[in-house]
């Protein structure tokens, strides 16, 4: 995957930025440089990103505003799947908008997070020079399993990605599980496994590196505090 040519050269952009955010840190940061560069990054690709995670909002607010007519439409015509099919696209028409409208900018975000995350990872030849760091005293290559010196930064690292992903299952996944009354007409309802489904992040973070775990914190919390604020500030 990381041998891709687009990808292989977005994560050799990307880890000369971060060579340089290093260099421009150390004199202010000292040892915490290198770990700082790694959250000054992801900050930096996830701003760039946000245009996308606005059409991704105002999709899901234009799937809410047509829940109750879908929800009408289904009951009408459950027993005819082609008449069905052929209603729900013209309910999607009629508002300008379709099924996969916040899917795109989902799939347009993968191959730089995936990027992005190879080199913090080291799978380019940039991101080893960076495992060589050190952050917290701890070298940002190493993993949970590097010994008890360790552990504080991990432990830490791994209680606040845990109180991300709670937040994130508290306050964006639990509102969809909410049925009659509480919902929307028409609102589908969450299973309840699937809004646990952002603590598998804390299990990732537990065996990639420590520059990994970086990454995984500051990128959970800023889609979190992105989607929050973007629900309210982006009309219904």
């Known amino acids: 995957m990381y041998s891709l040519g687009p990808i292989a050269a977005a994560m050799t952009l990307l880890s000369t930025v971060l060579a340089a955010l290093t260099s421009l840190l150390a004199p202010l940061t000292g040892g915490l440089a290198a770990g700082l560069a ?26 809410a505003r047509l829940a109750p007519q879908l929800a009408e439409v289904t009951a009408r015509h459950r027993e005819d799947p082609e008449r ?14 379709s099924p996969l409208a916040g899917c795109l900018p989902s799939l ?46 991990f432990v830490a690292l791994l209680a606040l990605i845990a109180l991300v992903a709670w937040a994130n299952r508290r306050y964006l996944m639990l509102p969809g599980m909410r049925a009659g009354a509480e919902a929307a007409p ?51």
């Open 38 to 63: 790694v959250v000054a990054l992801t900050v930096a690709v996830r701003l760039l990103l946000v245009p996308l995670g606005v059409v991704q909002v105002r999709a899901e607010k234009a799937r």
């Open 84 to 97: 069905l099919v052929a209603e729900q696209r013209r309910v999607y028409a009629e508002a300008g908008t």
């Open 108 to 153: 347009a975000q993968i191959p730089v997070m995936i990027a992005l995350y190879g080199v913090f990872i080291g799978a380019g030849s940039g991101g080893q020079a960076l495992l060589a760091h050190t952050f917290g005293g701890v070298e940002l290559g190493a993993t949970m399993l590097g010994g008890a010196g360790v552990a504080p930064v």
């Open 186 to 236: 028409g609102q589908p309802r969450l299973p309840e496994a699937l809004t646990y489904i952002q603590f598998t992040t804390v299990a990732v973070a537990a065996f990639v590196p420590l520059a990994g775990g970086l990454y995984l914190l500051t990128s959970s919390a800023w889609a979190l505090g992105e989607r929050l604020l973007l629900r309210r500030v982006i009309p219904d």
